[in-house]
């Protein structure tokens, strides 16, 4: 038996898996978000170990037998978050989140003071990261950051309750702008241009690893066994969206998902550092040693459906989709076009200042026309992404699909179409970093022997990283991309051509 911990911005949930990859129990706990300041976000990390024991304690009570025989705990996290310890590992202040974009001018002085950051860190500086946090601290809070003994991400604070060591896994830790992603080691040149050492880093582990042990008195207060040799193995585990990937079977190459939440994703594992800074596409550490992933990232996908259902007064995202599906050809071709910026944008753009357009609207639009135009913008949205992560053609086969619009039958056939690779959903895809993070576990457990490129066996993976059962299948359909690529295109010129309007931010 496994446990997987997902620590969340809005919830922390626990997950117990077997060794038939049958998930016994899940349980969650809320967390709340704290904002300040306009562009703040924050969390104490006290919330999050309150929750965790009181999620830990419900296992305990309602499946007593299958905590009893757990062998390994993993850890998934939210993020980019800055934890910053004294001395004593007290907190010094609320953790400052992934969403918190108070440093934008921060990452501007970060990129001229380290103009090898692109290629070291893979990555563009954006305020959600861990590093520019910690120029707005030194700036603005000059006399706490000279307090700081020791920076950590949210979840591997947990790691630091649950074994009283600081350590981090190497996905989790290539989100903070510290880490030399292709060499997977932290950056003194980096950690330098923030006035930090690599003394204020935690240890690094790769994420199927052994990183830490349980203290005893926590394994007897949640019936756990104590463990063999100093305690219950505790994972290196992974950063939330390489937590997913493992959960989903994306750990071999040219495997990956698409997540269609609030925000939209196209992940796809890599056997190499492949980045791509100039149009946003994140490069990181994979939760599995010697692979790396890729990211693109869109900030509105699904939460822009609700937007045009909250602004039409329809009860329901079900309902608009129905009757978006009911559309004839030519009542889609006559919909307006739909620039999904409502939060911004990251890839291709990185552009904190571009804003949502609806182009080309008449009296005659309903909101089934504006729900067709919000489906179709976030795909032409995500083909950005897709293409700017340069896969080879033909290399990705499928890709899974998870998030809440990937309830929709019409969004998911739609997405396939757009992007040109089928789109498989799962049985269980839900479970997503929590699963991941059990099945991290349970690698950290064998502790198999490496490949001669430092990789796990292909074999291994399979085993215990499989896909979860197929629920559909969505195949491109020839017909449907043909009608939407002059739509594209035209799409496609309206960022360029307002860009100069959007007021700067």
């Given at each position: ?22 998930i ?11 904002r ?27 499946h ?41 001018a921060?990452?501007a002085?970060?990129?001229t003071a ?13 305020p ?6 910690l ?10 950051f ?11 604070w ?30 003194p ?8 050492t ?16 349980l ?36 750990v071999?190459?040219n ?5 269609l ?10 056997d ?29 996908a ?50 904190a ?58 969004w ?11 789109l ?12 991941g993070?059990?099945r991290?576990?349970w ?14 066996p ?27 690529a ?16 959007f007021?700067?931010?």
């Amino acid at each position: 038996m496994y446990l997987g911990i997902d620590l969340g911005t809005s919830e922390i949930k626990l997950l117990l898996l077997d060794a038939q990859q049958r998930i016994v129990a899940t349980t969650g706990e809320a967390l709340t978000l704290s904002r300040p300041q306009p562009r703040w976000s924050e969390q104490h990390p006290l919330q999050w170990w309150t929750a965790t024991d009181a999620a830990m304690q419900a296992l305990a009570a309602s499946h007593p037998a299958a905590m009893a025989e757990v062998r390994a705990i993993g850890l998934s996290g939210q993020m980019h978050g800055a934890v910053l310890l004294d001395e004593a590992d007290q907190v010094l202040r609320p953790a400052i989140l992934w969403n918190d974009g108070r440093a934008s001018a921060e990452c501007a002085e970060l990129e001229t003071a380290c103009p090898d950051l692109h290629a070291i860190a893979g990555n563009l500086a954006m305020p959600g990261f861990t590093a520019p946090k910690l120029l707005w601290v030194r700036k603005h809070e000059p006399e706490l950051f000279a307090r700081v003994a020791k920076v950590l991400l949210p979840k591997d604070w947990l790691r630091l309750q649950l074994t009283g060591e600081a350590i981090s896994d190497l996905s989790d830790a290539a989100g903070t702008l510290w880490l030399d992603v292709a060499q997977r080691r932290w950056s003194p040149e980096l950690l330098a241009a923030t006035g930090l050492t690599e003394a204020q880093m935690p240890a690094l582990a790769e994420g199927s690893a052994v990183a830490g042990h349980l203290l005893p008195a926590l394994a007897a207060r949640w019936g756990l066994k104590r463990g063999e040799n100093g305690g219950l193995p505790i994972a290196g585990g992974g950063g939330d969206n390489a937590a997913s990937a493992v959960g989903i079977g994306a750990v071999q190459p040219n495997q990956g998902f698409v997540s269609l939440g609030t925000s939209g994703v196209i992940f796809l594992t890599n056997d190499r550092f492949r980045p791509n800074p100039a149009s946003a596409v994140h490069a990181f550490c994979h939760a599995l040693p010697a692979t790396w992933h890729q990211m693109s990232v869109m900030l509105s996908a699904a939460s822009a459906l609700r937007w045009v259902r909250e602004l039409t007064g329809l009860a329901s995202e079900a309902e608009l989709v129905a009757q978006v599906a009911a559309l004839s050809p030519a009542e889609r071709d006559a919909a307006p076009l739909f620039l999904p910026y409502l939060s911004g944008e990251r890839t291709p753009h990185n552009d904190a200042n571009a804003q949502g357009v609806l182009f080309g609207l008449t009296g005659s639009h309903s909101a089934f026309h504006l729900g067709y135009a919000v489906m179709e913008g976030v795909g032409f949205g995500l083909l950005d992404g897709w293409r700017a992560l340069g896969a080879a053609p033909g290399a990705v086969k499928a890709l899974s699909l998870v998030g809440g619009g990937a309830r929709s039958p019409e969004w998911a056939q739609l997405l396939a179409s757009t992007l040109g690779v089928a789109l498989h959903t799962h049985q269980g895809g839900e479970a997503g970093g929590a699963l991941g993070a059990a099945r991290l576990a349970w690698l950290a457990d064998l502790s198999p022997a490496l490949n001669a490129d430092g990789s796990l066996p292909r074999t291994l993976l399979a085993e215990v990283c499989p896909a979860p059962p197929l629920a559909r299948r969505f195949e491109p359909d020839a017909a449907e991309a043909a009608y939407l690529a002059p739509r594209q295109a035209r799409w496609a010129q309206l960022y360029p051509r307002l860009r100069d309007l959007f007021p700067a931010g």
